[in-house]
């Protein structure tokens, strides 16, 4: 048992037990929580398709129902996400172009799969879906039906599939589940099924709206024995604690230097590992946000903020051109992580800051800066306001401040 699942025996194990006791003991609603990466869907997927095993759960195990959870295709399984596998489909991609290897493909497959599973016609019909990204979504759809479960991809159809990883890139970048989703879920879960348990998995729980959150809290107040929900969160705290109340939790840590490696070496045939920090790091090694990559801005941003010979309307003239939420808020938590750095070191002689702007403010002043950034932060993730905003609500009466102690 989840043989698929790294690094997570804590987790795994408690789990495996609650499905092996007689009778089984796994609650009926659950949370996985953990950062990126961590392994909380494939968890999902292994615990749906443990429930619904008609035969002795083992990891090779073929039956019906096991091998439908693994195509992403069992009639009792939901997926509700926003999730965006773009980076992870790339990589990949680019890996099976190169060794042709069979699990590479496999991995292609389930990636595009998961990326259409929450857009089955039942779950988005009455949301708000323009009819370019209908039409988009049913060409991209049935071109990838055509091909998407042969043994071996050509260089055609791989094309197709990074067309369909782009179109999803933009596509899932609200990660805001509609409601009416939540209201399809809802009817469906009170449908009958001949054979087997309904498994409800929901992504990114910690970002849901209030309104989505009501529905799913209704549900969770019903309990039903055919129906089972598996919550996905990076922050367990951001869950309306009404929601969590209802809930197991189970914790996935992030993964070990050892087992990063490994994952990388052994899955993704990959030489040298050790220069990436995460998995995440891996996958989005080309994604704007990734804080490596977002450097260069938060350094210009910094200079822009703190020196004192540059006018506001610069720095009012930056953060305008940044059009692009995750952009944003990624430079924001970038520069709280700098800002964070700065105060670690302060008074140290042994380390040498390469912002010296930043030391005409004192310990104190800067331990609120950094203060009101992981507030601000957390505002937008919680109450889903504009990250800009609150960029700009930290930023500008700085400026405003070293200006005025200029005159």
Known sequence: MYKTVFGQENSTNILQNEISYNPPSLAHSMIFYGNRYTGRLSAALETARLINCTKEKADDCNCPNCAAIRDITFNGLIILSHRNYYYEIIETLNCYRQKKIPHLRDKLCRAIKLSFAPLQDFLIENTVLSDSDKKQLQTLGSKIADFIDNPEYTSTELEEIEKCAAFFLTFYKNKNIPVNTFRNMLNWSYMTMPEGKKVVIIDDIDQLEQSSEN???????????????????????????????????????????????????????????????????????????????????????????????????????????????????????????????EIASYGNKNIQSSYLCLHSFDIRQLKEIEKDLRLRIDRTHALNLTPKTQLEGILYPIKEMILHANR
């Open 215 to 341: 529905v799913l809290l209704k549900r969770l107040e019903e309990p039903s024995d055919n129906l089972y929900f598996i919550l996905l969160a990076e922050n367990s705290n951001r869950v309306l604690q009404t929601i969590r109340s209802r809930c197991r939790a189970y914790y996935f840590k992030d993964l070990s230097i050892e087992t990063k490696n490994n994952i990388l070496r052994n899955v993704y045939v990959q030489n040298d590992p050790d220069i990436y920090a995460s998995l995440y790091e891996y996958f989005h090694q080309k994604d704007p946000v990734l804080p490596k990559n977002l450097k260069p801005k938060v350094d210009k941003l910094i200079n822009l903020t703190f020196q004192k010979n540059i006018s506001f309307s610069e720095l009012y003239l930056f953060i305008e051109s940044e059009k692009d939420k995750e952009t944003v808020l990624g430079i924001t938590k970038e520069l709280r992580s700098i800002i964070s750095n």
